[in-house]
């Protein structure tokens, strides 16, 4: 194959040759081959576009009947999602909101309302042949469509009752699910106050305000409970049928509200006469602004870095646990997936390499990581994995520090042999004699891995990862790189740390300039994110055009829930910003698809559970996070999210337990 910046793009399969943003027609072609689904999958609606339509109300929007959604079965790939909900519905149109997902197979309207009611960033849908076409909006105006069937939820504008702010409110309802899940319990004043804390809370979507009575009379203390719902879990008491009733009159009845504050929205439901309950709005379903106008193009590396390992060292690479993890990253939209290796090294004057298969043996001075090296044969099982998922894989080996390693130490794997001039002035680089040691280290670390990628078919292999001074010895990689070739057909790359990208001369013996892009971009919008954004990406086209139009791919990417600390309880507003951010880096190369391949997040643990509520998760990971459904959105996600609830409690993620 040609090494240079022509790229062999028919071998790749997903990696297309770069293109404009597309028409609507072709566009939904390309969107289908590029997710690898039949076209069949993606409907083009036709028509004129009729007046805007008003926001869906509480009851009913426009001239639709109301429907209620049945309970959901087991969930899997396409099945209905534990929803239970109304929608209003039109026949013969179709919203034109921005279609975020298409689900479903020989689906009927309930169910893709209660796809809708399960989707983060949905608020409309449009059924046509069987599919459920999900969209972020019914405000936009709609097209003339037989066969189709359009819907909107609930809570477009909030339902009358006094201070209950964003909140979708049912009377008479509880939420679903509900009991030992309840983030918290505490007594209101009223529904709308209920709702607020909600709010206020970054994990609760949902909220039920439940009302007794209790008469005093006489100096005997009768509890009247309201609620004749002998199932209602919110409560231990049952109602007693014999129990006098409350004296309307009497001066000493009063009533007591306790708000149960709910981490998911399973559903309302019926029965439950003390019950008010609440979904909330957050905009869009999200606390962040919602893009406006046409999504930008999805990357052609719509990727994300899975991590086990010192990462992960309590979910073993290639388990039945990880496995599933893998499964939720696919179902996020993505077409590539980096599988990190990582060896060591004991300090950064070091010139031998190797590996550690007991994860018990080494720990840092802090104890912050253990050290550890997946096996070949956990390697090999997840990339086999990813590729029955339609995943293609990035294959990164990495060298890392067991002694004075940053964040506990002082230096980390960019240090290792020591540069001239840098900001350490003590450090002694390496001579001749100990860089040609390292370099024959090295080649035997990187060598294995790369049989292993020709092996798999892996479709990408980093040379090395954020090797900055080792980067400096341009003659030593330009010997190594070939013996590489000479094993391995695929693509190859180096992931250079940001702010050294000029640095490195060697660029034009491999295919794709790698960036671990941890740029510090300041804003605390989308557009001001964007803005700043726009050095940088000058900066990367500056060194594709240096090399005759080569192609760049950020290596990796990501940006903290909070401050990287395990001990800090992230905000709504921490979980906010880091969504911010995956937007603004997928806006900010929007324009950019002649030269610029994509992104690599960093990073998807192998362990598929879900944090305790109360002790949030504050690292780099988007899973379960609104960052999660940011790539979802743009990455025209076609798997439903698997159900949170359902999840085994976190072994690698929340306070004290996640690595950044």
């Given at each position: 194959?040609?090494?240079?910046?022509?790229?062999?793009?028919?071998?790749?399969?997903?990696?297309?040759?770069?293109?404009?943003?597309?028409?609507?027609?072709?566009?939904?072609?390309?969107?289908?081959?590029?997710?690898?689904?039949?076209?069949?999958?993606?409907?083009?609606?036709?028509?004129?576009?009729?007046?805007?339509?008003?926001?869906?109300?509480?009851?009913?929007?426009?001239?639709?009947?109301?429907?209620?959604?049945?309970?959901?079965?087991?969930?899997?790939?396409?099945?209905?999602?534990?929803?239970?909900?109304?929608?209003?519905?039109?026949?013969?149109?179709?919203?034109?909101?921005?279609?975020?997902?298409?689900?479903?197979?020989?689906?009927?309207?309930?169910?893709?309302?209660?796809?809708?009611?399960?989707?983060?960033?949905?608020?409309?849908?449009?059924?046509?042949?069987?599919?459920?076409?999900?969209?972020?909006?019914?405000?936009?105006?709609?097209?003339?469509?037989?066969?189709?069937?359009?819907?909107?939820?609930?809570?477009?504008?909030?339902?009358?009752?006094?201070?209950?702010?964003?909140?979708?409110?049912?009377?008479?309802?509880?939420?679903?699910?509900?009991?030992?899940?309840?983030?918290?319990?505490?007594?209101?004043?009223?529904?709308?106050?209920?709702?607020?804390?909600?709010?206020?809370?970054?994990?609760?979507?949902?909220?039920?305000?439940?009302?007794?009575?209790?008469?005093?009379?006489?100096?005997?203390?009768?509890?009247?409970?309201?609620?004749?719902?002998?199932?209602?879990?919110?409560?231990?008491?049952?109602?007693?049928?014999?129990?006098?009733?409350?004296?309307?009159?009497?001066?000493?009845?009063?009533?007591?509200?306790?708000?149960?504050?709910?981490?998911?929205?399973?559903?309302?439901?019926?029965?439950?006469?003390?019950?008010?309950?609440?979904?909330?709005?957050?905009?869009?379903?999200?606390?962040?602004?919602?893009?406006?106008?046409?999504?930008?193009?999805?990357?052609?590396?719509s990727g994300i870095t899975f991590t086990g390992g010192r990462y992960c060292p309590n979910v073993t690479m290639g388990s039945t646990q990880s496995l599933r993890s893998l499964e939720h990253l696919a179902s996020t939209g993505a077409t590539w997936v980096a599988v990190v290796v990582t060896q060591y090294q004991w300090r950064m004057d070091s010139t031998q390499i190797f590996p550690l298969y007991n994860g018990s043996a080494v720990h840092d001075e802090q104890d912050y990581y253990t050290f550890v090296t997946l096996t070949s044969d956990e390697v090999t099982a997840t990339i086999r994995h990813a590729h029955a998922l339609g995943l293609r894989v990035m294959l990164k080996p990495h060298v890392d520090l067991l002694r004075n390693h940053k964040p506990a130490g002082a230096f980390w794997r960019g240090d290792i042999g020591g540069c001239p001039a840098t900001w350490n002035t003590s450090v002694t680089p390496f001579t001749d004699a100990q860089w040609d040691a390292w370099f024959a280290s090295y080649a035997e670390f990187l060598m294995p891995y790369a049989q292993l990628a020709e092996r798999e078919h892996v479709e990408m292999l980093s040379v090395n990862t954020e090797l900055y001074c080792p980067n400096r010895q341009e003659q030593r990689w330009r010997a190594l790189v070939p013996r590489v070739r000479a094993v391995?057909?695929?693509?190859?790359?180096?992931?250079?740390?940001?702010?050294?990208?000029?640095?490195?001369?060697?660029?034009?013996?491999?295919?794709?300039?790698?960036?671990?892009?941890?740029?510090?971009?300041?804003?605390?919008?989308?557009?001001?994110?964007?803005?700043?954004?726009?050095?940088?990406?000058?900066?990367?086209?500056?060194?594709?055009?240096?090399?005759?139009?080569?192609?760049?791919?950020?290596?990796?990417?990501?940006?903290?829930?909070?401050?990287?600390?395990?001990?800090?309880?992230?905000?709504?507003?921490?979980?906010?910003?880091?969504?911010?951010?995956?937007?603004?880096?997928?806006?900010?190369?929007?324009?950019?698809?002649?030269?610029?391949?994509?992104?690599?997040?960093?990073?998807?643990?192998?362990?598929?559970?879900?944090?305790?509520?109360?002790?949030?998760?504050?690292?780099?990971?988007?899973?379960?996070?609104?960052?999660?459904?940011?790539?979802?959105?743009?990455?025209?996600?076609?798997?439903?999210?698997?159900?949170?609830?359902?999840?085994?409690?976190?072994?690698?993620?929340?306070?004290?337990?996640?690595?950044?």
């Amino acid at each position: 194959m040609a090494h240079g910046h022509k790229l062999d793009f028919s071998r790749q399969g997903m990696l297309h040759p770069p293109r404009p943003l597309l028409a609507t027609a072709a566009r939904m072609r390309f969107v289908a081959r590029h997710l690898a689904v039949p076209v069949a999958m993606f409907v083009i609606f036709s028509g004129n576009i009729s007046n805007a339509m008003a926001p869906p109300h509480c009851v009913h929007s426009g001239n639709g009947t109301t429907v209620s959604a049945p309970a959901a079965t087991a969930a899997t790939a396409t099945a209905t999602p534990a929803v239970n909900t109304d929608c209003s519905i039109t026949h013969g149109v179709s919203f034109d909101g921005r279609d975020i997902a298409a689900v479903g197979s020989g689906a009927q309207p309930e169910q893709c309302c209660s796809y809708c009611a399960g989707h983060n960033f949905c608020s409309a849908w449009t059924l046509y042949k069987g599919v459920c076409y999900l969209k972020d909006s019914a405000a936009g105006g709609h097209v003339t469509c037989n066969g189709c069937v359009s819907g909107a939820l609930p809570g477009g504008a909030p339902c009358p009752v006094a201070g209950a702010g964003n909140c979708t409110v049912r009377h008479g309802y509880d939420v679903l699910p509900n009991g030992p899940t309840d983030i918290a319990a505490f007594t209101v004043a009223s529904p709308g106050e209920c709702c607020a804390a909600c709010l206020q809370h970054f994990n609760c979507s949902a909220w039920t305000v439940y009302t007794t009575t209790n008469s005093h009379s006489n100096n005997i203390n009768t509890n009247i409970d309201t609620n004749t719902n002998t199932q209602n879990p919110n409560t231990n008491s049952n109602p007693n049928t014999q129990n006098l009733s409350p004296n309307t009159q009497n001066p000493n009845t009063n009533t007591n509200s306790t708000c149960y504050l709910k981490p998911t929205f399973g559903g309302f439901k019926g029965g439950c006469p003390g019950c008010v309950s609440g979904v909330v709005q957050r905009g869009p379903k999200h606390p962040w602004p919602a893009p406006t106008g046409r999504l930008p193009r999805k990357f052609n590396m719509s990727g994300i870095t899975f991590t086990g390992g010192r990462y992960c060292p309590n979910v073993t690479m290639g388990s039945t646990q990880s496995l599933r993890s893998l499964e939720h990253l696919a179902s996020t939209g993505a077409t590539w997936v980096a599988v990190v290796v990582t060896q060591y090294q004991w300090r950064m004057d070091s010139t031998q390499i190797f590996p550690l298969y007991n994860g018990s043996a080494v720990h840092d001075e802090q104890d912050y990581y253990t050290f550890v090296t997946l096996t070949s044969d956990e390697v090999t099982a997840t990339i086999r994995h990813a590729h029955a998922l339609g995943l293609r894989v990035m294959l990164k080996p990495h060298v890392d520090l067991l002694r004075n390693h940053k964040p506990a130490g002082a230096f980390w794997r960019g240090d290792i042999g020591g540069c001239p001039a840098t900001w350490n002035t003590s450090v002694t680089p390496f001579t001749d004699a100990q860089w040609d040691a390292w370099f024959a280290s090295y080649a035997e670390f990187l060598m294995p891995y790369a049989q292993l990628a020709e092996r798999e078919h892996v479709e990408m292999l980093s040379v090395n990862t954020e090797l900055y001074c080792p980067n400096r010895q341009e003659q030593r990689w330009r010997a190594l790189v070939p013996r590489v070739r000479a094993v391995y057909s695929g693509l190859l790359t180096v992931a250079q740390i940001k702010g050294h990208e000029m640095e490195l001369k060697w660029w034009d013996i491999v295919d794709v300039i790698g960036i671990d892009a941890y740029y510090s971009i300041p804003g605390d919008t989308v557009a001001e994110l964007v803005y700043s954004w726009q050095s940088h990406v000058s900066l990367a086209k500056q060194l594709s055009d240096a090399y005759g139009g080569k192609p760049v791919a950020f290596t990796e990417i990501g940006y903290c829930s909070g401050h990287c600390s395990r001990s800090h309880v992230p905000s709504v507003g921490d979980y906010a910003k880091h969504a911010l951010h995956y937007q603004a880096v997928l806006d900010a190369f929007a324009n950019s698809e002649d030269w610029f391949l994509g992104v690599f997040f960093w990073n998807w643990n192998s362990d598929p559970g879900f944090w305790n509520p109360t002790q949030p998760d504050d690292c780099l990971t988007p899973q379960w996070k609104p960052a999660e459904d940011v790539l979802r959105w743009y990455w025209n996600a076609t798997q439903p999210k698997p159900d949170r609830h359902a999840a085994a409690p976190a072994l690698c993620m929340g306070a004290g337990k996640c690595t950044c």
